[in-house]
C-alpha cells in the first residue's frame, strides 16, 4: 500500500520485484549448494565455514559472532559448527576469561577445502555476479543491508499479530 511501491496505482512491479528475489536466491542457493557439494558439505555447513574463515580474519570468531553474521541463531550455528568439529574442519576452545565462550577456528583441513575450493568458487561467483557494475555492487549491497533490517521489523511484526490472533482464539 505504500506509494513508493506502487506504480499506476498497483502493485504489479512491486511483486515483480519480490518474485524475482525469489528467482535469483533459489539460484544462489544451488550455486552454494554446488560450491558445499564440491568439497563434500551440505550448503549451510559450508556457508558456516567460509564464514568463520572470513570473520577469524578480523578478530576473535564465536557462535554468536557467526550467528549474527549469517541472521541466524546461536543454537543452530552451535548444532553446524559442532558437526563441522566432528568432520575436522572446525576446532572450538573454550575462553580462559569466559568459560560459557567458545571460540571458533577453521583446523588446517577445513583450510585446505577452502584453498582447493577458491579457484573454482571464483569462476562461478564471477559469472554469478557478472552483470553487476562496482557501483551497482555497492548500492545493491546497501539495499540488501536495508532489506534485511526491515525484514527482521516485518518479521517481528508478523509474530505478534499471530499472537494476538492466537489470543483471541483462546478467549
Avoid: W
Amino acid at each position: 500500500s505504500r506509494p513508493e511501491l506502487l506504480s499506476g496505482g498497483t502493485d504489479r512491479d512491486f511483486r515483480r520485484l519480490v518474485h524475482n528475489m525469489f528467482a535469483f536466491m533459489a539460484r544462489h542457493e544451488a550455486v552454494r549448494d554446488g560450491h558445499a557439494r564440491h568439497i563434500g558439505l551440505a550448503g549451510i555447513e559450508y556457508t558456516t565455514l567460509i564464514s568463520i574463515g572470513h570473520l577469524g580474519l578480523e578478530g576473535d570468531v564465536n557462535v554468536k559472532t557467526v550467528a549474527d553474521h549469517l541472521h541466524m541463531s546461536g543454537a543452530f550455528i552451535t548444532t553446524v559448527t559442532s558437526k563441522l568439529q566432528t568432520l575436522g574442519l572446525v576446532q572450538k576452545t573454550q575462553d580462559n576469561i569466559d568459560r560459557r565462550r567458545i571460540s571458533l577456528a577453521i583446523t588446517e583441513k577445513g583450510k585446505e577445502l577452502l584453498r582447493q575450493l577458491a579457484p573454482y568458487q571464483r569462476e562461478i561467483n564471477d559469472v554469478e555476479f557478472a552483470c553487476l557494475t562496482k557501483e551497482q555492487f555497492h548500492l545493491l549491497s546497501t539495499i540488501m543491508e536495508n532489506l534485511i533490517d526491515c525484514g527482521d521489523k516485518a518479521v517481528a511484526l508478523q509474530r505478534y499479530k499471530l499472537t494476538i490472533k492466537d489470543d483471541s482464539k483462546v478467549a
